[in-house]
T-cell receptor, first 110, second 114 residues
Framework: KQEVTQIPAALSVPEGENLVLNCSFT??????LQWFRQDPGKGLTSLLL?????REQTSGRLNASLDKSSGRSTLYIAASQPGDSATYLC?????????FGTGTRLLVSP | SAVISQKPSRDICQRGTSLTIQCQVD?????MFWYRQQPGQSLTLIAT?????????ESGFVIDKFPISRPNLTFSTLTVSNLSPEDSSIYLC???????????FGQGTRLTVV
């Protein structure tokens, strides 16, 4: 059974810092990995999708890497802003099903 | 990308009643997914809804409690029946059925049972 863990569970940083969020998964037989952002009480916004054959994806200040063999992904956020404050979730896709991590709650203070 | 409209965005319901959540997608999709997110927890898949067939439920979720309709390729409803305080959660619908495609989510429905 696939298990997805995210570290740290919570992170508080001052504005402008570069930061790394970690995601690990137990079963490397995945099709892809997706990073999401969730604002309090809201739905999920897709940030980046990495296919199993890819090593990384970039979108603006966000960069996500994937090391499938070791069961790890990282989300790098450059020059963090208060508007980045949210919960970040990673999810891995096996056959037909997405399995979500526990999330990292990020607070960026001005 | 897909745009998903989910209604209602939030509701407060009495114990023992039911709530029906609607999910409308701006394009035709084969599969729609319903998730539950309990307070402070991550997302758990409730069921997968295919048009024209019975929904497929995950372990721990049953049709009597979570009946799902999928009348066409752009719409689905999830009903949470016989509500109890333990049903207080955020419910989300999602699309992105093929294994290599991106998943998209609705805005979520925040349900509080009193």
């Amino acid at each position: 059974k696939q298990e997805v863990t995210q570290i740290p569970a919570a992170l508080s940083v001052p504005e402008g810092e570069n930061l790394v969020l970690n995601c690990s998964f137990t079963d490397s037989a995945i099709y892809n990995l997706q990073w999401f952002r969730q604002d309090p009480g809201k739905g999920l916004t897709s940030l980046l999708l990495i296919q199993s054959s890819q090593r990384e994806q970039t979108s603006g200040r966000l960069n996500a890497s994937l090391d499938k063999s070791s069961g790890r992904s990282t989300l790098y956020i450059a020059a963090s802003q208060p508007g980045d404050s949210a919960t970040y979730l990673c999810a891995v896709r096996g056959f037909q099903k997405l399995v979500f991590g526990t999330g990292t709650r990020l607070l960026v203070s001005p | 990308s897909a745009v998903i409209s989910q209604k209602p965005s939030r509701d407060i319901c009495q114990r023992g009643t039911s709530l029906t959540i609607q999910c409308q997608v701006d394009s035709q999709v084969t599969m729609m997914f319903w998730y539950r997110q309990q307070p402070g927890q991550s997302l758990t898949l409730i069921a997968t809804a295919n048009q024209g067939s019975e929904a497929t439920y995950e372990s721990g979720f049953v049709i009597d409690k979570f009946p799902i309709s999928r009348p066409n390729l752009t719409f689905s409803t999830l009903t949470v029946s016989n509500l109890s305080p333990e049903d207080s959660s955020i419910y989300l619908c999602s699309v992105g059925g093929a294994v290599y495609t991106e998943a998209f989510f609705g805005q979520g429905t925040r349900l509080t049972v009193v």
